[in-house]
């Protein structure tokens, strides 16, 4: 997709905003429609948004580590969030991959799922746990 820039400036949302690609008889060419409504999940408010670019500014300046960030952002979600959701924040922050997510929340001992649920937790008082040995056997060394 390119030529969306400009629309892109006028729109009220910087993140979350939710849209449909509908194929047409032509080949490569997609109509593209505009829902005016924003995914709850991937939703950044205006607020936030602000919030983490400090972070990135923050982060740069200390030279944290996608660790430290994630533990940031975490913070800011007492009863929890989404994977999606701290994935878009971190992106704001530092671009990563969502494996690198996936594998700081699986791995560190203050990162939890509890039964049941799809949300991730962020317990400070376990940082000092570090690394959960468990997942040492699923560590691939290149």
């Given at each position: 997709?390119?030529?969306?820039?400009?629309?892109?400036?006028?729109?009220?949302?910087?993140?979350?905003?939710?849209?449909?690609?509908?194929?047409?008889?032509?080949?490569?060419?997609?109509?593209?429609?505009?829902?005016?409504?924003?995914?709850?999940?991937?939703?950044?408010?205006?607020?936030?948004?602000?919030?983490?670019?400090?972070?990135?500014?923050?982060?740069?300046?200390?030279?944290?580590?996608?660790?430290?960030?994630?533990?940031?952002?975490?913070?800011?979600?007492?009863?929890?969030?989404?994977?999606?959701?701290?994935?878009?924040?971190?992106?704001?922050?530092?671009?990563?991959?969502?494996?690198?997510?996936?594998?700081?929340?699986s791995?560190?001992?203050?990162?939890y799922?509890?039964?049941?649920?799809?949300?991730?937790?962020?317990?400070?008082?376990?940082?000092?746990?570090?690394?959960?040995?468990?997942?040492?056997?699923?560590?691939?060394?290149?």
């Amino acid at each position: 997709m390119f030529g969306l820039i400009d629309w892109f400036f006028e729109q009220p949302v910087e993140s979350g905003a939710v849209f449909s690609l509908t194929r047409t008889p032509r080949a490569n060419v997609f109509e593209f429609e505009w829902l005016d409504q924003t995914d709850p999940v991937v939703f950044i408010t205006t607020q936030r948004m602000e919030e983490l670019r400090d972070l990135q500014a923050r982060s740069e300046e200390a030279g944290m580590s996608t660790y430290e960030v994630l533990r940031e952002v975490m913070s800011h979600w007492p009863k929890g969030a989404d994977f999606l959701t701290l994935l878009w924040e971190i992106n704001v922050v530092r671009r990563v991959s969502r494996r690198l997510v996936a594998s700081l929340l699986s791995s560190y001992a203050c990162f939890y799922q509890r039964s049941g649920s799809p949300v991730w937790h962020y317990d400070s008082k376990k940082v000092e746990q570090g690394f959960d040995k468990t997942k040492r056997k699923f560590i691939v060394r290149r």
